[in-house]
Protein backbone atom coordinates (compact mmCIF):
# COMPACT_ATOMS: atom_id res chain seq x y z
CA UNK A 1 0.00 0.00 0.00
CA UNK A 2 1.08 3.57 -0.65
CA UNK A 3 1.14 5.77 1.77
CA UNK A 4 -0.93 9.15 0.46
CA UNK A 5 0.87 11.65 2.61
CA UNK A 6 4.08 10.43 1.04
CA UNK A 7 2.90 11.04 -1.79
CA UNK A 8 1.56 14.37 -1.41
CA UNK A 9 4.79 15.81 -0.02
CA UNK A 10 6.75 13.99 -2.86
CA UNK A 11 4.32 15.83 -5.40
CA UNK A 12 4.37 19.53 -4.03
CA UNK A 13 7.99 19.61 -4.33
CA UNK A 14 7.35 19.69 -7.94
CA UNK A 15 7.26 22.96 -8.21
CA UNK A 16 9.21 25.86 -10.01
CA UNK A 17 10.30 29.26 -8.52
CA UNK A 18 8.57 31.57 -11.28
CA UNK A 19 11.28 33.06 -13.39
CA UNK A 20 10.60 36.65 -12.53
CA UNK A 21 10.72 35.89 -8.60
CA UNK A 22 13.63 38.38 -6.89
CA UNK A 23 15.77 36.58 -4.22
CA UNK A 24 18.06 38.62 -2.20
CA UNK A 25 21.04 37.02 -0.16
CA UNK A 26 19.35 38.89 2.83
CA UNK A 27 16.15 37.30 2.51
CA UNK A 28 13.97 39.55 0.48
CA UNK A 29 11.69 38.06 -1.94
CA UNK A 30 9.86 40.54 -4.49
CA UNK A 31 6.99 39.40 -6.96
CA UNK A 32 6.87 42.25 -9.69
CA UNK A 33 3.68 40.72 -11.38
CA UNK A 34 1.84 41.79 -8.25
CA UNK A 35 4.26 44.51 -6.50
CA UNK A 36 4.37 41.80 -3.41
CA UNK A 37 7.37 41.44 -0.96
CA UNK A 38 8.19 38.60 1.58
CA UNK A 39 10.97 38.38 3.96
CA UNK A 40 12.43 34.91 4.60
CA UNK A 41 14.90 33.01 6.82
CA UNK A 42 18.45 32.63 5.32
CA UNK A 43 17.54 28.52 5.66
CA UNK A 44 14.53 29.23 3.14
CA UNK A 45 16.67 31.40 0.60
CA UNK A 46 18.92 28.31 0.81
CA UNK A 47 15.73 26.32 -0.45
CA UNK A 48 14.73 28.11 -3.08
CA UNK A 49 18.52 28.44 -4.27
CA UNK A 50 18.66 24.54 -4.14
CA UNK A 51 15.23 24.51 -5.61
CA UNK A 52 16.63 27.08 -8.76
CA UNK A 53 19.04 24.13 -9.29
CA UNK A 54 16.19 21.85 -9.76
CA UNK A 55 17.59 19.29 -7.28
CA UNK A 56 15.12 16.77 -6.23
CA UNK A 57 13.17 17.00 -2.73
CA UNK A 58 15.61 14.13 -1.32
CA UNK A 59 18.74 15.96 -2.64
CA UNK A 60 17.84 19.10 -0.89
CA UNK A 61 16.36 17.33 2.47
CA UNK A 62 19.99 16.25 2.25
CA UNK A 63 21.75 19.45 1.87
CA UNK A 64 20.07 20.63 5.11
CA UNK A 65 20.10 17.85 7.17
CA UNK A 66 23.70 17.97 6.23
CA UNK A 67 24.42 21.57 6.67
CA UNK A 68 22.24 22.02 10.16
CA UNK A 69 22.72 18.80 11.67
CA UNK A 70 19.03 18.42 11.60
CA UNK A 71 16.68 15.40 11.29
CA UNK A 72 15.42 14.81 8.29
CA UNK A 73 11.35 14.36 9.64
CA UNK A 74 12.32 17.74 10.50
CA UNK A 75 13.18 18.80 7.56
CA UNK A 76 10.89 17.43 5.29
CA UNK A 77 7.60 18.42 7.26
CA UNK A 78 9.55 22.14 7.14
CA UNK A 79 10.07 21.81 3.35
CA UNK A 80 6.67 20.85 2.72
CA UNK A 81 5.14 23.54 4.42
CA UNK A 82 7.53 26.04 2.98
CA UNK A 83 6.81 24.82 0.03
CA UNK A 84 2.87 25.37 0.44
CA UNK A 85 3.43 28.88 1.20
CA UNK A 86 4.80 29.28 -2.31
CA UNK A 87 2.21 27.96 -3.95
CA UNK A 88 0.16 29.69 -1.67
CA UNK A 89 1.10 33.05 -2.40
CA UNK A 90 1.85 32.39 -6.24
CA UNK A 91 5.58 32.89 -5.88
CA UNK A 92 6.40 29.40 -7.22
CA UNK A 93 4.38 27.10 -9.77
CA UNK A 94 3.74 23.48 -10.12
CA UNK A 95 5.06 21.74 -12.45
Do not use: W
Request: net charge negative; aromatic share 6%.
Amino acid sequence: MVNSAHLQKSTIMQLRIKGNIAVSDSGFVFDPSTGDSYSINPIGVEIIQLMKQTLTEKAIVDAIVERYQTEPQTVEKDLYDFCNLLVKHQLADKI
